[in-house]
């Protein structure tokens, strides 16, 4: 009984923080209804994304004029169903932004430790290694790379994880020199351990709520920049469904067939906003000195 009354008030103190943060709880399940798309595309879709049906092409969403509830959100130019491709499309955006940040994640914190520990040579190394990347334009650098080394799936994720990573360095370079100086920093230091074991027992365990909410938000940025790459023909190929390329392929029907680049954008978009929501509502959740004037200013109006 004792522990039960103890876990009431901890549940109603944890409820009150995630209705403060209720936008970010309202992206999260756009993220999981997203994700659940794409786990499931092949149970959900109603037709094979790669089969069309020219006797059936650019036929429009089933609420306009020639539509059909057969094919709810119309076809493309050779009649594959849009609906069907959408929903398969939601695999590729979902597995190059999470890979791809993955990638860019373990470099740039593993660099941006190293920089602001060790400090001197190693930061020195390093942040001219960051400036340098980021003198050049992130898209255009991603454009050279995927234009010499040749477009498809596999290089693309490795173009946007190698070429993302200064920004997570910069970040943890900044973290780490301020925890550095810490107390508990300085006492284990003083106590002979190594400087690994402080790396990553006591410093990175601190900077992990700050590495999930800016790697939730690039996985956004990577989405959006899949879509334009692969709008431009250098990134997944066809007949592979990415809205992106649902984009690129659209172009030449836009004024005629409006649903063709209606609905992937659409598509980008949901999944992006919900996506920086959630980033924004953990932000906000593991922030203490938020949560703690929340729940400090909730109890005096209790």
């Keep these: 009984m004792n522990s039960l009354g103890k876990t009431r008030p901890r549940l ?9 943060v209720r936008m970010g709880v309202f992206g999260a399940m756009i993220v999981c209804s997203v994700c659940a798309l794409a786990v499931f595309a092949p149970y959900i879709a109603p037709y094979n994304p790669y089969e069309g049906d020219i006797t059936k092409r650019l036929m429009p969403p089933f609420w306009a004029e020639k539509g059909s509830t057969a094919h709810l959100l119309g076809t493309d130019h050779i009649g594959r169903d849009l609906l069907s491709r959408i929903i398969f499309g939601s695999r590729v955006s979902l597995v190059v932004g999470s890979v791809s940040v993955l990638i860019a994640t373990t470099i740039g914190v593993l660099l941006g430790l190293i920089a602001g520990y060790r400090g001197k040579i190693w930061d020195w190394i390093i942040s001219s290694m960051v400036n340098i990347m980021i003198t050049f334009p992130f898209v255009l650098l991603a454009l050279a ?22 920004v ?18 300085q006492a284990a230091r003083a106590m002979g351990m190594k400087g690994n074991r402080i790396i990553f027992s006591e410093i990175f365990p601190n900077l992990i709520s700050t590495v999930i909410v800016l790697s939730s ?17 250098l990134g997944v190929q066809p ?3 990415s809205w992106g390329g649902m984009l690129g392929e659209s172009r030449v029907y836009m004024l005629t067939s409006w649903w063709l680049a209606t609905f992937p954008g659409i598509a980008i978009f949901i999944t992006t906003l919900g ?8 932000r906000d959740f ?4 938020l949560r703690y004037q929340f729940l ?3 109890a005096e109006r209790g």
């Design 145 to 166: 790379v995927i234009a010499v080394v040749g477009p498809n799936f596999r290089n693309m994720l490795l173009v946007l994880g190698l070429t993302a990573w200064p």
């Design 12 to 20: 109603y103190k944890a409820l009150k923080v995630l209705w403060k």
């Design 286 to 289: 593991f922030d203490p000195h």
């Design 239 to 241: 007949p592979t469904p």
């Design 217 to 233: 938000l690039e996985v956004a940025r990577m989405i959006i920049v899949e879509a334009f790459l692969s709008f431009l023909g």
């Design 275 to 282: 996506i920086n929501l959630m980033g924004d509502g953990m």
């Design 296 to 298: 400090s200013s909730s």
């Design 168 to 185: 997570f360095t910069r970040v943890v370079r900044s973290e780490v020199l301020k925890w550095k100086e810490i107390d508990f920093v």
